[in-house]
Structures are given as structure tokens and as C-alpha cells.
């Protein structure tokens, strides 16, 4: 039974991890990391960018340029086409901030910013704005809005298109905060309780004595390592999808037709 | 009590209903793009963008059972 109270006492423990309680005055926990990505996002950029050369040798340059140029020519060439060059900055910034986000997790003991819905709604929310923004410039306001449904439909059917896609719009917001949220949200939790499972067979080995009962956590540990390599691929993956759908709404907000 | 334990666990249930259906429409959508990348794999670039894009569509549907589990 004691193993059983521990594991309630750890889940309990878990699921309190996660709320954003105050670290010190109005500062939360998340708050706290994501003032931390913004500072070694800065160092990693800076430092790259001060040891710009035209053949680098240095191997954190290379790889720091080799990300700027994922950027550049999977999202922006591939995705925006023509005119990309204006979204890359943006793009980029995203792109690397997020990853750094969903990578710091990872360590044990630290957390992922993007792992609240306040932080992902707020990148979803400038994704938002931004395309939109785009889309306007391009076109001017009503432009925009009739380019929401797409042209060459039947006269009737337009405005029963045009809600629907309008309806759709409005959900990318959603979709792309809840996305980035509920992955690295569930991603961590699954860790979580792999790692809990594994300590309760070890602690109720060590209260009764017996080697016997703690094999099921060799089994629980195998599970975690390999849900932890899941983890930094869903973690690259997450990045490169809130990036890439960012890339999508410009190109759909801006492109003529 | 009883009824609150009923309501939150039918609101797990309803995700998961709302779960099957972006579950084939993304497993579809991989095997189209696997198909297709094994038959011209330089496009497999391309591919994978659009994929990611389809997915992003199917998914959103689930997404917003996943967050009207919560709210509700």
C-alpha cells in the first residue's frame, strides 16, 4: 500500500509542477524560463553573428548559420516563394526562439515556456497579427477580406464559402497556440510519469528488501529513454511547425489570386 | 459528486470521438506523401511541406476538441 500512496503523493507533486506559481513578486515560473530563453537566444545569435566570416571554421557558427538557412530556404523559398526575403526575419526569430523554448525543457529540472498556453497564445497571436498585417498591405482592406474565399466559385456559392474560410482563419490562432501547447504540455507529462513509475518500483524495492520488485522499473526506464528521444524530436518538430504555418498564412494572406 | 465525475469523464470520451477522425485523415495524408516521395524523391522537400500543411488542417480538429474538453 505504501506504493501505492507514493505514487498518489508523486502524481499530486507532478501536476502541481505545472501550474505557474510565483517564484518571487508577480514573476511565475514560466515567466521566469522565458526571460531565460530571451537571453540565451541573444548570446547564441550574438556570438554567432559576431564571428561572421565568409568560410567559417568555428562549429557553433556553422551550426547557427546552418539553422538561418533552414529557415531561409525550407520556409521561406519553399513556403512564401516570391518575395520571401521581407518574412525571413521574422520568421527566423521565431524559429529560434521556439526551438530554444522547447530545448531547455528538456533538461530535467528546468522548464519549458512553451509548455503554458499563455506564452503559445502569445506567439500565436503576433503570428497572427503579423500575417494579417501582410495580408492588408498587399491587397488594402477590402481586398483582403474578399480574397478570403477563393476566386473562380460559383456566384452563389461565395458568401457560404466565404464564412466558412473566415471561420477557418479565425481558428489558426487556436490551432497554432493549442498545437504548441498541448505537445510539449502532454510530451512533459508523459516524462513525468514514466519517471515517477520507475522511482515507485525502486522505492518499494528499497522498503521491502527484495531485488524482484524493482525489475518492472528497468522496463519503466526503457519507455522513459525512449520517450525522452521522442521528445527532442517532437520538441525540433513543434518549431519547425509553428514556423512553417506561419510561412503558409503569409504566403496565403499576400499571394495574388 | 457523482455527476461531475460522469461529466468530466464523458468530456474525455468526446476528445476521444473527436480524436479518430484527424487520426485517419493525418494517417492518410502520411502514407500519401511516403507514396509519392518513394516514386520521386526529389520532390520530397516540397512533399513534406504540403504534408505538414494538410496535417495542420486535419489536426486542427482534434485541437479544438482538445480545448473544448477544458472549457466546457
Known amino acids: 500500500m505504501d506504493a501505492l500512496e507514493a505514487l498518489k503523493e508523486g502524481a499530486d507533486h507532478l501536476s502541481r509542477s505545472f501550474n505557474s506559481g510565483f517564484v518571487f513578486g508577480p514573476v511565475t515560473q514560466y515567466t521566469l524560463w522565458l526571460a531565460i530563453v530571451f537571453v540565451v537566444v541573444l548570446l547564441v545569435v550574438l556570438t554567432a553573428a559576431k564571428k561572421l566570416e565568409l568560410v567559417p571554421n568555428n562549429k557553433f557558427v556553422n551550426m547557427v548559420e546552418y539553422g538561418y538557412d533552414f529557415v531561409c530556404s525550407d520556409m521561406g523559398e519553399n513556403a512564401i516563394g516570391h518575395g520571401y526575403k521581407q518574412h525571413i526575419p521574422f520568421l527566423a526569430t521565431l524559429f529560434f526562439f521556439i526551438l530554444i523554448a522547447n530545448f531547455i525543457g528538456l533538461v530535467p529540472g528546468f522548464k519549458t515556456p512553451t509548455g503554458t498556453l499563455s506564452i503559445t497564445w502569445a506567439l500565436a497571436l503576433i503570428s497572427f497579427i503579423y500575417f494579417n498585417y501582410y495580408g492588408i498591405k498587399a491587397k488594402g482592406g477590402l481586398g483582403y477580406l474578399k480574397s478570403i474565399a477563393p476566386s473562380g466559385l460559383p456566384v452563389g456559392m461565395v458568401p457560404i464559402i466565404w464564412f466558412f474560410e473566415l471561420i477557418s482563419l479565425v481558428l489558426r490562432l487556436l490551432t497554432l497556440a493549442v498545437r504548441l501547447y498541448g505537445n510539449m504540455f502532454a510530451g512533459h507529462m508523459v516524462l513525468g510519469i514514466f519517471a515517477l513509475a520507475t522511482s515507485v518500483f525502486i522505492q518499494a524495492a528499497i522498503q521491502n528488501m527484495s531485488i524482484a520488485t524493482a525489475l518492472p522499473s528497468i522496463g519503466w526506464f526503457a519507455l522513459l529513454v525512449a520517450m525522452y528521444a521522442l521528445e527532442t524530436l517532437v520538441a525540433f518538430l513543434q518549431a519547425y511547425v509553428f514556423t512553417i504555418l506561419s510561412a503558409v498564412y503569409v504566403s496565403l494572406a499576400t499571394s495574388e489570386h | ?72
Open chain 2, 1 to 72: 459528486m457523482e455527476t461531475t465525475l460522469i461529466i468530466s469523464a464523458l468530456k474525455v470520451v468526446g476528445y476521444g470521438l473527436g480524436a479518430i477522425g484527424p487520426g485517419i485523415g493525418i494517417g492518410i495524408a502520411a502514407y500519401g506523401v511516403n507514396v509519392a516521395t518513394a516514386r520521386q524523391p526529389e520532390l520530397a522537400g516540397r512533399l513534406f511541406t504540403n504534408f505538414i500543411i494538410g496535417a495542420a488542417l486535419a489536426e486542427a480538429l482534434a485541437l479544438i476538441g482538445f480545448v473544448l474538453a477544458f472549457i466546457m
